[in-house]
């Protein structure tokens, strides 16, 4: 920081946060491939699967601490999610969805995690790849369960429509179903964690820049209001990284119970 | 004044959505008033309109920073 100080002779230009800060080196030097998001993934990983590991290990009549929590977290998948939006048939699906929703929940909180501070599911590849996951199992349950020609027929061709409609209504069924769904599913969750971090960001450093690099009273005020903002809005992140956590897994499980679900 | 002119159309492609989650949650808040029993049905289906409407906003703020 005196660094800092001392080159505030001649005051240096704020440079606004933007996706390049998204972009981090390799953590071990040049030519290593491992970077921040990676040590993120693979400690969020970790960490989802030794707790239920250790919450599940002694399964007791009589729940203790761990194994309570474990129950709870499992359990909220499965009666808020799994059991709303998919209904009875939805248990199978649990495993799956309570997965997801703890994964993309630790990689989200890691944007507010001291030291770590950065959403992994910022990155495109993390959401996409979890989207396709859940784009693969809606489809195949629905072709495994209705048939090829039966799958396609009802979701493009859906009842009681009257027909003069079927040109205009079935490519935009086809197009939102098949094609759009992941896609939103993937931006959705994406440009929420980037916008959040980049809110972040902007409040952050410009606050340090007008707390340190300026004179006068009114940027050092001005660096404290968005000094306080930032841990407001540290603790309104948390809260969006929930809940799109939340929407991403019951978006999937509305998507596996569609496909389920059809009218004769 | 330095920046790009796609901040200012996503300001504007915000608004749609802005006033749609308006809307969602006003509904969501009447209905709960109305009939608080209520509450955990509409609570999913309040999020599930909030999400679907936000996805414009954030389909917006994507191609902001990419185009």
């Known amino acids: ?264 | 004044m330095e920046g790009s002119l796609n901040m200012v159309g996503y300001g504007l492609a915000a608004i749609g959505p802005g006033v749609g989650i308006g809307l969602i949650f006003a509904a969501y808040i009447s209905g709960v008033a109305r009939q608080p029993e209520a509450r955990s049905v509409l609570q999913g289906i309040a999020i599930l309109g909030f999400a679907l409407a936000e996805a414009l906003a954030i389909i917006g703020i994507g191609l902001a920073f990419a185009l």
């Open chain 1, 1 to 264: 920081m005196s660094d800092r100080l001392l080159a505030a002779e001649a005051p240096e230009e704020f440079h606004a946060p933007g996706p390049r800060d998204f972009e981090y080196p390799e953590l071990f030097g040049e030519g290593t491939f491992f970077t921040k998001p990676m040590l993120i993934v693979v400690l969020g990983t970790l960490a989802v699967g030794l707790f239920f590991y250790y919450a599940a290990r002694r399964g007791s009549l009589i729940p203790g601490k761990l194994q309570f929590a474990g129950e709870s977290a499992y359990g909220f998948v499965r009666n808020q999610i799994a059991a709303d939006a998919i209904g009875r048939e939805g248990i199978k699906y649990v495993p799956y969805l309570a997965s997801l929703f703890f994964f993309i929940a630790v990689l989200n909180i890691a944007g507010i995690i001291p030291v770590l501070q950065f959403p992994a599911t910022s990155r495109i590849a993390i959401p996409l790849f979890l989207a396709v996951i859940s784009w693969v199992i809606f489809n195949y349950m629905g072709i495994k369960r209705q048939g090829f020609g039966g799958y396609f027929k009802n979701m493009m061709f859906p009842p009681g429509v009257p027909k003069a409609i079927y040109p205009l209504l079935s490519p935009i069924e086809f197009m939102s179903t098949v094609v759009f769904r992941p896609i939103t599913l993937t931006l959705r969750l994406t440009f929420n964690m980037f916008a959040g971090h980049l809110v972040l960001l902007l409040c952050i450093l410009g606050g340090e820049y007008l707390l340190f690099e300026t004179q006068g009273v009114v940027g050092f005020a001005a660096g404290g209001i968005s000094m306080v903002f930032a841990v407001i809005m540290t603790f309104f992140e948390g809260f969006i990284q929930l809940l799109q956590a939340y929407v991403f897994t019951l978006l999937s499980a509305i998507y596996i119970g569609g496909a389920l679900t059809y009218e004769h």
